[in-house]
């Protein structure tokens, strides 16, 4: 969860890193299920690659996920799309898929 919080840090500042830390003290460990409404399709892909907490998904580069087996541009679309309505996102080593 660190290097995210470092990662997100530079890029957004000191401000913004403070209120993703305290999105993941209160959803990080919160299983992917519970917080995300997500299709059959990714949820499954993402459970079948024991990603399974919030914060392991926040670690992955969009590159990454689409790497998944069952995981297209509509998926990491929904991913991104769920992840932001909590104020998350992907690691943002790589752009968003179009």
Do not use: H, W
Not at 14 to 39: H, P, R
Not at 54 to 74: F, H, M, P, Q, Y
């Amino acid at each position: 969860m660190q290097n995210i919080i470092r990662k997100f840090e530079i890029k957004a500042g000191k401000k913004n890193s403070l209120a993703l830390m305290d999105v993941f003290t209160k959803y990080g460990n919160t299983k992917i299920e519970m917080q995300l409404e997500l299709s059959a399709r990714p949820s499954k892909a993402l459970a079948r690659k024991n990603i399974t907490t919030l914060e392991d998904l926040c670690s992955l580069s969009t590159t990454e996920v689409a790497e998944i087996r069952n995981i297209g541009k509509d998926s990491i679309n929904e991913i991104v799309s769920a992840l932001s309505t909590l104020g998350l996102n992907l690691n943002s080593s790589s752009p968003k898929v179009n």
